[in-house]
């Protein structure tokens, strides 16, 4: 899961064009909430199985309210890792930090059978962060599904493309992502609040996780923002009049001029 700015907050650039993580308001990404949904189905569709739902996010202190909703929401447990040096962190850095925390908590757990990750975060909209860790633990991945079904060991997935549906089956353990389309999430209980409380909340550091610094963070990022431009304000919008019949062709020039046509 990720902790990503509030998109109604006043969202900012560090001094370095990171983003500000730390001076403005954020919470746990809506489109990981349908991955913690998922996890939280899976589970339930095997009852008296002993399966464990770990929630896992990796970002600053604050970040730590993104495990707590997971929790609040149904995870058994949270784990948190939280480094400075991490700030900064490409896909790269942060599928390698996310793939070495998952193989801590596969040697406590004994093993991990299904990793579930939202189709994209809301900040970045990257979608690659499923495929790249699916590589680094050596799993299969079987991404963007809208529909999850599973019986056994066995998981089926519908992945929808433009014009066309895709079915696609997998073998457990695997890496799987889920759009906003897979079922919506469930809101925390007051129940489900109160007891989280009382759950297991985790915190690694880099060298928990056998990491050095030099490892991840902007330093040896592949991709940096190099400049950023304030959003220019809004100004006053055209209004167009259609007293002589020109109203049409005025429109039709304003799009083009716009190359919205």
């Known amino acids: ?77 949270a784990v948190h890792v939280v480094d400075e040096a991490i700030a900064g962190s490409d896909y790269l850095g942060t599928s390698l930090v996310l793939a070495k925390a998952v193989e801590k908590i596969r040697e406590t757990a004994g093993s991990v059978d299904l990793v579930v990750c939202g189709m994209a975060s809301t900040d970045a909209s990257g979608s690659v962060v499923p495929a790249m860790l699916a590589e680094r633990l050596g799993l299969p991945q079987v991404t963007l599904a809208s529909v999850v079904e599973s019986q056994g060991d066995q998981v089926r997935i519908k992945r929808d493309n433009e014009g066309s549906t895709e079915v696609i089956g997998a073998t457990l353990p695997i890496v799987l992502s889920v759009t906003d389309q897979s079922g919506e999430a469930r809101y925390p209980s007051f129940k489900g609040i109160m007891a989280a409380k009382k759950k297991p909340l985790e915190t690694y550091s880099l060298s928990d996780l056998g990491l050095a610094a030099d490892q991840v963070g902007l330093s040896v990022a592949y991709t940096q923002v190099e400049d950023t431009t304030a959003r220019p304000p809004r100004t006053a919008g055209e209004i167009v009049t259609d007293e002589d019949g020109s109203g049409a062709t005025a429109l039709v020039d304003f799009l083009a001029s716009k190359k919205f046509i």
Not at 24 to 48: C, I, P, T
Not at 49 to 77: F, H, S, Y
């Open 1 to 77: 899961m990720k902790y990503v700015p509030d998109a109604t907050a006043d969202r900012k650039f560090e001094d370095d064009f990171t983003v500000d993580r730390v001076g403005v308001d954020g919470l746990l990404s809506e489109l990981d909430e349908y991955a913690v949904e998922q996890a939280l189905q899976f589970r339930e569709k095997r009852e008296g199985e002993d399966i464990t739902v770990t929630a896992l996010t990796v970002g600053p202190e604050k970040a730590v309210d993104a495990a707590r909703k997971a929790l609040q929401m149904g995870a058994d447990q």
